[in-house]
């Protein structure tokens, strides 16, 4: 038996990546991520429904989504 670990911390999920090259990912560019916002502006609220690991939803949190992550497999959403 194998112990399964997720590490955000490193690789492509690391701080200055994420700030350097998020933007121009795809899923921050099919959530509009890259345009300024205005002042005032609330976070842009995000459902991630299936949500695996985590990655997706850990990522668009990082650029500054109020993400709520949903997973219907039991394990899966025991790892969350």
């Known amino acids: ?7 955000f ?4 999920f690391d701080s200055h990546r994420i700030r350097t090259l998020g ?7 099919a959530l ?14 995000v459902v991630d429904a299936t ?4 990655a997706d939803a850990y990522f668009m949190a990082r650029l500054g989504c ?3 992550a949903v997973e219907r497999h039991p394990f899966a959403y025991a790892l969350l």
Not at 23 to 29: E, G, I, N, Q
């Open 32 to 45: 509009r991520l890259g345009r300024k916002s205005t002042p005032g502006e609330v976070p842009l609220r």
């Open 9 to 12: 911390s490193s690789g492509r």
């Open 66 to 68: 109020s993400v709520a």
């Open 1 to 7: 038996w194998t112990p399964l670990f997720v590490d």
């Open 51 to 54: 949500a695996g690991l985590g």
């Open 23 to 29: 933007k121009s990912h795809p899923l921050a560019k």
